[in-house]
């Protein structure tokens, strides 16, 4: 069965840090690109960041450049993003994505974690 859990949101001051982890079972972990996406309240679900297979590439939005950290543990089947300088405008329900494209692509979703940045 796959299954993708996401952990570690919470409620965090603006300036403030907070690290996501996502832990992968049921599938070949290594073989998948790991994104995470979020979904803030009344906006569509956007890519915050993306890794490669082997964890040699990584991409992110304009919007979290210089403060977001994608990083993969393919041995320990999990996906990370550490999140500094967090800003109010981060605030959304946080998910982790394994893609994998080819003639019949494939993604999984985890349920997400919410992430509140508040004072």
């Known amino acids: 069965q796959v299954q993708l859990v996401e952990s570690g949101g919470g409620l965090v001051q603006p300036g403030g840090s907070l690290g996501l982890s996502c832990a992968a079972s049921g599938f070949t972990f290594s073989g998948y690109a790991m994104s995470w996406y979020r979904q803030a309240p009344g906006k569509e679900r956007e890519l915050v960041a993306v890794i490669a297979t082997d964890g040699g590439r990584t991409n992110y939005a304009d919007s979290v450049k210089g403060r977001f950290t994608i990083s993969r543990d393919n041995a320990k089947k999990t996906l990370y993003l550490q999140m500094n300088s967090l800003e109010p405008e981060d605030t959304a329900v946080y998910y982790c994505?394994?893609?994998?494209?080819?003639?019949?692509?494939?993604?999984?979703w985890g349920k997400g974690t919410l992430v509140t940045v508040s004072s």
């Open positions: 994505n394994a893609h994998r494209g080819g003639f019949v692509a494939t993604d999984y």
